[in-house]
């Protein structure tokens, strides 16, 4: 309770989450607020911002808007199924690796490092150019491929926790190894991972940005990507195409790491607790 009071009134977390309240509030409800449909050319290509168009169309007379708002609830999915994705696998290895150690330890070790040397820019562009890019297949993608971080983080946590005396009664208690991890170690432990996971978000919504860029996106949704794609040859005479997405994906971005920030700060208390 101390600790959610400590992030709350923290003015970082109260940015972040406003950001992120307006995104959320514009991809729940992006069919009522979209001027129209943001795959379809709705007017003249490289129109200017103006009354009928606020954020003026791109090279394909697409409503930038409506892009805008439709691609919000496509990098929502993307951070949160993506940083879902990887907090279960980081959580689950990483902890049975801290708490029986030895040669499983040694094993998901090795493991975890294997995924640290591979590039992972090129192992997402590999794995979207061979199995597709729809969205849900993209979003597990980015999960399996960003979970190592929290991994080695949870198995740190898990490696101090165990030692811990309320872990020697349980054990004395008779109670299984599955219950004593998963109910007295990892909910004591989890709070730097979940810090971790929400800076992941605002990593997931990058890399959506970035496949798009590239033209691995999916083409059946609209994305902030994609608006970058066709404003990349009209730079000096349609900038909005670029400023625009530009900002939106900035300020995604700033939300999560104020957040993630803030709540790491929040966790770590035991500081504000001696005082």
């Not at 708490?99 to 590999?126: A, H, K, N, Q, W």
């Not at 849900?136 to 490696?159: D, E, F, H, Y």
């Not at 992941?200 to 798009?212: F, G, K, N, R």
Request: glycine residues 8%; contains cysteine; aromatic residues 8%.
């Amino acid at each position: 309770m101390k600790k959610l009071k400590i992030f709350l009134k923290n003015k970082q977390t109260i940015v972040g989450l406003v950001i992120l309240f307006i995104l959320m509030f514009c991809a729940v409800l992006a069919p009522v607020l979209s001027p129209g449909k943001p795959l379809f050319s709705v007017g003249p290509p490289i129109q200017k911002p103006n009354h009928d168009f606020i954020f003026g169309t791109d090279n394909m007379g697409r409503d930038v808007l409506a892009m805008i708002i439709w691609g919000s609830r496509v990098s929502m999915v993307f951070a949160f199924g993506a940083a879902g994705i990887s907090l279960i696998i980081g959580v689950v290895l990483g902890a049975v690796s801290g708490y029986i150690g030895g040669v499983v330890d040694d094993v998901l070790s090795r493991f975890f490092e294997i995924f640290y040397i591979i590039p992972r820019t090129f192992l997402i562009i590999l794995m979207v150019a061979i199995f597709g890019s729809s969205v849900t297949l993209m979003v597990i993608i980015v999960g399996v491929t960003i979970w190592p971080s929290n991994a080695k983080i949870m198995r740190a946590q898990v490696l101090t926790l165990k030692s811990r005396s309320y872990v020697h009664a349980a054990e004395v208690a008779g109670s299984k190894k599955l219950k004593i991890l998963f109910k007295h170690i990892v909910p004591n432990g989890i709070g730097p991972v979940l810090s971790n996971s929400t800076l992941q978000m605002a990593q997931a919504v990058l890399t959506e940005a970035s496949l798009s860029f590239l033209g691995l996106g999916d083409p059946a949704v609209a994305s902030w990507g994609k608006v970058l794609q066709s404003g990349q040859s009209h730079i000096s005479s349609a900038p909005w195409l670029v400023i625009i997405p530009g900002i939106v994906i900035a300020m995604m971005l700033l939300a999560f790491n104020l957040i993630g920030t803030a709540l790491h700060s929040a966790l770590n208390v035991k500081q504000q607790i001696l005082e």
